[in-house]
Structure formats: structure tokens, C-alpha cells
């Protein structure tokens, strides 16, 4: 087992455990926010035949400024083309409708003039003028979208413009959150002497949902024997234990990964907060050991957790590091690398960064508001206004 690892380090030990996961097939409703399994191609041309792009009149090729050309028709929405134009002959059109065969261009309705059937041009038009080609938009065959793709909004309406219906898909990783802490109650329960609301478990829970995961359930060390946690652990991809990750021996997660039948990758990291956080693996699936702190907890998950989930979801593990301009101060110094809760905001001028205030690693109080980690190298110096700093710009930024 390895000690006290860099941070790349411990990730690239985590991602090099796990694959991606199996893939299920869901219903396009079901799609947004989901991770594609396989690459789809366009099953045919969209456009699927040449279209008015706006509102006017389909002219042929001799159709130009001042040519009278006689209206025989006028396509409604909905309505199929016919017969070709046929010479001097022009037909209404509606934006996207299917154009006649021998349109050359569209008229906009505001440059032409129509008398007695009669429609007379107001500018020059270029063939192609005003018509959206069949095929524009996706030629027959042609790359949607590749695997590892979040399906977002906008995928999902070009999908459905082509009629999919089910879509292949990453299953999405199962999480088990499990407090050792003896003296963690459910935050749902009123405490009993001695006793504090849980409140990580929540954190975690719905850190994990916004990542694409699936929490199966939340458990108390306890309520439970080490044997009915190992066997309850199987249920899941990964599990997140929170708490007991000092060295101590009376500590509640010490030597817990052996404990449970798994083998350890590493105990601790060379970060603040949270150094302590230490990882496994039991039977293929990733066990991480979060501080039982708040502020550490939610670190170790956008840093190692977050990673994990994507990866097994088929994503790029890792999210945007950009540069940032400080809007404050943190009068601390030294010592290893140190992640700070911040909160970012995006201008013409660049991305700002406020450090948030409570950063205790026993406070809540930033957890509330914070949009990324600001990333401060080992032996920094303490930050000050306007000094560059590098950001991970988290999935709700």
C-alpha cells in the first residue's frame, strides 16, 4: 500500500483500478443527463428534402429584379411540393416547407410584390438564396454524437428529430454512503446525548446525483456489524465511507478496508484538507474514506470521488481548470498544497474568485454557496487580492 501520495498520483491509481460500466438501454425521455454507450449516426439527411428557410417564394433560375413571375400556387405548411416550377412561374412558401423541384432561391416576402398574380422581385438573389439543402444539417451516415457524450437538451432534440426512441446508455454507477462514526445519528432523528445529525451523508448523496450517480443507501456503522456492511457494500460501484480516517488505532476506520475483506490502494494524500483520506478496492469496486469533517469530505469527493464516477460513466474523469483573478485574501501560508472553497463568476474581463469564508474544516457554512476549488500549490504564499490563482470549476459553476 502506498502513503501520503501526490494528488495526480492518487487519482491516476483510482482511475487505473476501474473501467467503464455496462451499458442499458433507456427511452429518449429518460436520456438527458445520461452518458452515450456507442456513437449513432444520422439514419438519414436532415433536412430530409430541401426547405424554405423563411417566409416568401420559390423563384427559378431565370427569376431576377424586376422579372414578373406568375404565382400558380401557394404551399402551405405541411403541403408536399408537386410538380416542378415550371418557365416564369413562382409558388408561396412557408419557412421550413418543401420546396418544388427547379427552385433556384426564395424571395423573402418583404423584397417582392405580388398584383394580380403577379410577383415582381426587389433585389438580386443567388442560387441557393434562402434554402436550407437536404442533408445540411446531418448528411445521411454522418457522426451525432460519440460515446462518452452527456446527453444534454440539445442532443436530445436532434435525436428526436431523427425518431430515436431508446437509447444505449452507460449504467450509471451505484453508490453506498457509510458513516463509521459511532456517534452519527440520521439527520431524519433526533439526537441522543453525545450524539450529532448526520450531515455528510446528505452532502455526498446529493454530490453524487448531480454527478450521474446512483445512491442505494445511506448506512450507520452503528446500526450495523462489520460482516453486514461488507455484505451490503456488494450492492454497490463504489462506496464512501465517512469519518474514522486518522491513524489512530481508535479510530473507527482504521484498518476498516482490510476489515471488509478488501485491499487498500493508498492512505492519504498530500492535500488540505483532508490528507488523511485514504482508498481501496473490494471485488472491483472503489471504497474511499472521506474525512468525517465537512469541508475535507466535500474536497475528497470533487477530487477523488468525482473522477471515479465519471470515469465509470465513461466521461473524462476530470473537470475545467482555468485561471482566476482572487477578489480576496487567505492570510495562510506553507505547507502541502491546499484546496480552498471558492465561489467563481464568469465576465468579459475573465473568471473572478472569492474565497468563501468558514473554511474550518469543521464549518458548514461554506458549503452552501461554493462553485469551485481554488487550487493553492505546497509552501504558498498567502493570497492576496488580485493575485492569479488556478480554479476547478465544479458541475454546478
Known amino acids: 500500500m502506498k502513503s501520503c501520495l501526490p494528488l495526480e498520483d492518487s487519482q491516476e491509481l483510482l482511475l487505473s483500478s476501474i473501467k467503464p460500466l455496462l451499458s442499458e438501454t433507456i427511452t429518449l425521455e429518460e436520456a438527458p443527463g445520461r452518458v452515450l454507450a456507442a456513437d449513432i449516426f444520422a439514419p438519414h439527411d436532415l433536412p430530409p428534402y430541401p426547405q424554405a428557410a423563411l417566409d416568401g417564394f420559390a423563384i427559378p433560375r431565370e427569376g431576377k429584379r424586376g422579372s414578373p413571375l406568375s404565382v400558380k400556387r401557394i404551399l402551405g405548411a405541411g403541403d408536399l411540393p408537386g410538380h416542378p416550377l415550371g418557365p416564369g412561374e413562382a409558388a408561396g412558401v412557408l419557412t421550413g416547407g418543401h420546396i418544388p423541384p427547379g427552385t433556384a432561391a426564395v424571395v423573402r416576402q418583404e423584397d417582392a410584390m405580388v398584383k394580380d398574380g403577379i410577383l415582381t422581385i426587389d433585389k438580386d438573389l443567388t442560387v441557393g438564396e434562402n434554402i436550407r439543402d437536404q442533408g445540411e444539417d446531418f448528411p445521411a451516415g454522418a457522426v451525432i454524437a460519440r460515446r462518452g457524450t452527456r446527453i444534454t437538451p440539445g442532443l436530445s432534440a436532434v435525436l428526436a428529430a431523427f425518431g430515436f426512441q431508446e437509447i444505449s446508455v452507460f449504467r450509471r454507477p451505484r453508490v453506498a454512503i457509510v458513516n463509521l462514526g459511532k456517534e452519527i445519528a440520521p439527520h431524519q432523528a433526533t439526537p441522543l446525548p453525545g450524539q450529532v445529525r448526520d450531515s455528510n451523508g446528505p452532502l455526498l448523496a446529493a454530490l453524487t446525483r448531480r454527478t450521474g450517480g446512483q445512491v442505494v443507501a445511506i448506512h450507520y456503522a452503528r446500526t450495523k456489524t462489520e460482516k453486514q456492511i461488507g455484505e451490503l457494500l456488494m450492492e454497490a460501484d463504489v462506496v464512501l465511507t465517512i469519518g474514522g480516517t486518522a491513524s489512530g488505532n481508535n479510530d473507527p476506520g482504521h484498518h476498516f478496508?482490510?476489515?471488509?475483506?478488501?485491499?487498500?490502494?493508498?492512505?492519504?494524500?498530500?492535500?488540505?484538507?483532508?490528507?488523511?483520506?485514504?482508498?481501496?478496492?473490494?471485488?472491483?469496486?472503489?471504497?474511499?474514506?472521506?474525512?468525517?469533517?465537512?469541508?475535507?469530505?466535500?474536497?475528497?469527493?470533487?477530487?477523488?470521488?468525482?473522477?471515479?464516477?465519471?470515469?465509470?460513466?465513461?466521461?473524462?474523469?476530470?473537470?475545467?481548470?482555468?485561471?482566476?483573478?482572487?477578489?480576496?485574501?487567505?492570510?495562510?501560508?506553507?505547507?502541502?498544497?491546499?484546496?480552498?472553497?471558492?465561489?467563481?463568476?464568469?465576465?468579459?474581463?475573465?473568471?473572478?474568485?472569492?474565497?468563501?469564508?468558514?473554511?474550518?474544516?469543521?464549518?458548514?457554512?461554506?458549503?452552501?454557496?461554493?462553485?469551485?476549488?481554488?487550487?493553492?500549490?505546497?509552501?504558498?504564499?498567502?493570497?492576496?487580492?488580485?493575485?492569479?490563482?488556478?480554479?476547478?470549476?465544479?458541475?454546478?459553476?
Open 257 to 397: 478496508i482490510e476489515r471488509v475483506g478488501g485491499r487498500p490502494l493508498f492512505a492519504g494524500y498530500q492535500v488540505k484538507p483532508g490528507s488523511h483520506t485514504s482508498a481501496g478496492i473490494l471485488d472491483g469496486r472503489i471504497i474511499l474514506m472521506l474525512s468525517g469533517n465537512p469541508v475535507p469530505c466535500a474536497v475528497g469527493y470533487h477530487l477523488l470521488a468525482a473522477p471515479v464516477l465519471r470515469a465509470l460513466q465513461g466521461l473524462n474523469p476530470y473537470l475545467h481548470r482555468i485561471p482566476a483573478v482572487a477578489t480576496n485574501s487567505f492570510p495562510k501560508r506553507g505547507g502541502p498544497r491546499r484546496f480552498l472553497l471558492g465561489y467563481a463568476l464568469g465576465s468579459h474581463q475573465g473568471w473572478r474568485v472569492a474565497v468563501l469564508p468558514f473554511q474550518k474544516p469543521s464549518n458548514l457554512h461554506s458549503l452552501i454557496d461554493y462553485n469551485c476549488l481554488i487550487d493553492l500549490p505546497a509552501g504558498h504564499p498567502p493570497l492576496q487580492l488580485g493575485d492569479e490563482v488556478k480554479i476547478i470549476l465544479l458541475e454546478n459553476a
